[in-house]
């Protein structure tokens, strides 16, 4: 596979047009076009449609862009890589997390991970469950962190942490100051949820559909955190738990709700990786995280191994 192809493939793809790419790689025009062309001949894929000099990506182009888009990033990594290998420094660590807990929970133990093993280099990628799982799969990272279960013939996992749904509403809000919150308490107000495919989606619909609810009023967002941010500005309520509320535990209020619901996060691992010392010693540091925080919380339990001691 032609390397320099590749790289003129990203560049278009993501500059938007053949002149774009061609000032990035400092190429002529005529040049990128006929990367991109022996590019499509070696994958028998139409990556591009042609208006004259313009070139939009296709179906194809986009489904590859999609698949092949970090190895295809990765590829300016390989100087730095060849540099570190000549130092020395050649011991990694590649994590991927699901972004409602990558500030909560995984950004914490990395960073305590970093000032205990400073000489390990740290990649820490956030992406969409499906996502990470397919990513791990393919041995792109040692150890993900994402919501159980996750189903796939070359992964094992093992629990973390259990959550319990709160209803997130501003503090404003009349049942702020209340104990436990029912769905049908909350048909009347504005419902900021996620959009279809996505787990807290999958949850609140649940949690109205098991009472035979249907909010009056529903707004959508890409992630829980906006919806967070929504509540906190006052445009309505949702449904999350206290790792997604933490950032704005300042200006919403968090309420259980009735009856109990909890999803299970836990830790992803491919089943045929090499021993790994530095992930071994991230799973330390992650699930002390875990155990501490939930020891101050009481919608929080510990699933993972307790420290001795």
């Known amino acids: 596979m032609n390397i320099k192809a590749l790289r003129a493939f990203r560049h278009v793809f993501s500059e938007g047009s053949v002149a774009a790419a061609s000032e990035v790689m400092h190429l002529s025009q005529p040049a990128i076009s006929r990367l991109i062309g022996g ?17 939009s990506p296709t179906t194809e182009g986009i489904a590859f862009y999609r698949e092949a888009g970090r190895i295809l990033d990765n590829l300016d990594e390989i100087p730095r890589i060849a540099g570190e290998i000549r130092a020395g420094r050649t011991e990694s660590l590649r994590i991927v997390t699901m972004p409602r807990i990558a ?20 990649t820490l990628d956030v992406r969409a469950r499906r996502e990470a799982g397919k ?7 040692d150890i993900g962190i994402a919501a159980l279960p996750v189903s796939h013939p070359d992964i094992r996992t093992a629990p973390l942490v259990r959550v319990r ?9 009349p049942l702020s100051d209340a104990d436990h919150v029912t769905a049908d308490q909350l048909a009347n107000d504005t419902i900021i949820r996620l959009m279809h495919g996505l787990l807290l989606r999958d949850q609140l619909d649940d949690t109205f559909n098991s009472v035979g609810v249907t909010p009056h ?17 006052g445009a309505g309520i949702t449904i999350a738990d206290e790792m997604v509320a933490h950032q704005f535990r300042d200006r919403i209020a968090a309420v259980p709700i ?19 010392e530095a992930a071994d010693r991230f799973r330390e540091i992650l699930s002390w995280h875990v155990e501490r925080v939930c020891a101050s919380s009481d919608t929080m339990q510990n699933l993972g191994p307790r420290r001795k001691g």
């Open 135 to 141: 990513w791990l799969a393919g041995q792109e990272y």
């Open 258 to 276: 009735e009856p109990e619901r909890w999803m299970t996060f836990g830790l992803l691992l491919p089943k045929t990786h090499k021993p790994n």
């Open 39 to 55: 590019l499509e001949a070696a994958l028998k894929l139409k990556l591009f449609d042609r208006s004259g000099r313009s070139l």
């Open 165 to 173: 749904a709160l209803v997130l509403l501003p503090k404003s809000h």
């Open 217 to 233: 009023k529903t707004h959508e967002v890409s992630s829980s955190q906006l919806a967070c941010a929504l509540v906190a500005e």
């Open 103 to 122: 500030q909560f929970l995984s950004a914490p133990a990395v960073a305590q991970f970093i000032q205990d093993q400073p000489d390990v280099n740290v």
